[in-house]
């Protein structure tokens, strides 16, 4: 062999390895997602048009927030987690209207988002609101994973608080899969 043909094959296998390198790179970061739609509490509700017990708040929230560009709002009411973060005035959040109690919800499908930095993962309903002839895409997060469940490995470790169609809390514990890498 030459020299000409022992530095090409260094080269091809140096760019092989940094193209695998950055494949591996992005598949680790990349945000993963699993469809619990078949998944309790979720598959009472999919396909389901709920009316909303109490008054809520439409929302945007900014784009690199945005899991699924196809439903750009989300809704947030009292008993939400994220509630804070509407009163304290976020930037990330922008108030779009407030939507009175009786509004029509229709539930379309649910999926669990595994972040591939930190790990943290949400599961979020999709679906979709009509009010005064305009339509809104809607996700809806919904769920926590409970950390001493999980760390005691116990499958049924992820609650729900109540949403905004619920007239109670359901306080049973849920099993949900993880987030898929593709």
């Known amino acids: 062999m030459t020299a000409k043909k022992i530095a090409r094959i260094i080269m091809w296998v140096i760019a092989g390895g940094i193209a695998l390198f950055i494949f591996f790179l992005y598949a680790t970061i990349k945000t993963k997602s699993a469809n619990v739609s ?6 009472e509700w999919i396909g389901k048009t709920v009316t909303l017990n109490r008054e ?3 929302c945007m929230e900014k784009d690199y927030l945005n899991v699924n560009r196809h439903y750009p709002y989300t809704l947030l009411d ?22 009175p109690i009786g509004t029509k919800f229709h539930i379309e499908k649910a999926v669990q988002y ?3 930095v930190s790990g943290n993962s949400y599961p979020r309903i999709f679906g979709t609101i009509s009010e005064n002839g305009r339509e809104y895409k ?13 760390y005691d490995h116990i499958k049924e470790c992820w609650y729900f608080h109540q949403a905004p169609w619920q007239v109670q809390t359901d306080s049973a514990f849920y099993y949900l899969p993880l987030a898929e890498w593709w």
């Open 138 to 150: 809607i996700s809806y997060q919904w769920g926590k994973r409970n950390l001493a469940r999980d």
């Open 114 to 116: 595994t972040n591939g």
């Open 78 to 99: 009292r008993l939400h987690p994220n509630w804070q973060s509407l009163e304290q005035q976020d930037p990330d959040i922008e108030k779009i209207r407030v939507l």
């Open 38 to 43: 078949r998944y309790p509490p979720f598959k």
């Open 56 to 58: 809520t708040v439409l």
